[in-house]
C-alpha cells in the first residue's frame, strides 16, 4: 500500500486536468491538507468526490496575516464540525522563513497551539509544517505530549520520536538524505507535498511519485522496494488506524 501523507492536489495549477492526476494515483492513498479556509472547503469536495482522497484541515502559518482572530475562531469551528470525515489537522505550523515580523511570528504560535488543542479534543493526529522555525515547532509540541505527530517538510537529524515523512525532494536534499539514512525505518512516512518538493523543482509534482520516493528510501536503507513500501504502509497503520486503507484497491 502507498501513501501520500501531504499534499495539495486543490491547487489551482491541477484545475485542468485533477481528474487525471488522482487517477495516475489510484493505488495511493492520498491525504489532501488545506490551507486555508477555501482551500479547506475544495479539500472536502475532493475527499468526497475521489474514493482515494482524505482530508486534512488546517489553517498554514505562512499565511497568518490574512487571518483575523475572528476567522481563526470561526475555521476551528467549521473543521469541529467535520470531526468524523477528516483523518488528521493539517496543514499547522511555524514558518519564519516567509513571516519575518514578530507580531505575525507569535500570532503563529498562538494559532498552532489551538490547532493542536483542536488535534487533542479530537483525538486526531497532526501533520506539522516548520520551516526555519525548529526550536520553537518542538517547544510547543512537547507541549502536547499525548498527540500523534508526523513531521512535514523536517530534515534535523533528531527526531524526537515524531514520524517523519519523506518527499521526491529527497533526491536533492542532502540534508534529508542523512536523516532517512539515520533514522529507523518505523520513523518513516512518505509525502509528495505536491505540487511542490518535486524531484526536479522545475516540475509540477503529484502523488504518483510516491513511487519514487519509495524507491530512494530502498536504495538508501539498502532494501527492496517491497519491503519498504510494506514498511511504511505499516507505519502508516499504526498511526492513522486500522482502516486508513480500506478504500485503496
Ligand atoms: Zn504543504
Redesign the pocket.
Known sequence: MLIDV???IDDQVFDNDRDQVVGRAKQVLILN?G?DPASNRKTMELADKYRNVKACLGL?PEFIAKFTDDLIDNEINWIRNREKRIVAI??IGLDYYWVKDENQRERQKKLFMKMLKLADELNLPVIT?SRDATDDTLTILREFPQLKVVL??FSEPDNKGYLVSVAPNIYRNKAKQRQVKELAMESLLTET?SP?LGVDPKERNEPINILRVIEKIAQLKNMNKEEAEKTISMNAVRFFGDTIFSSVH
Open positions: 501531504h499534499c495539495h491538507a490551507v498554514h493539517s496543514e509544517h512535514h517538510g507535498d511542490l
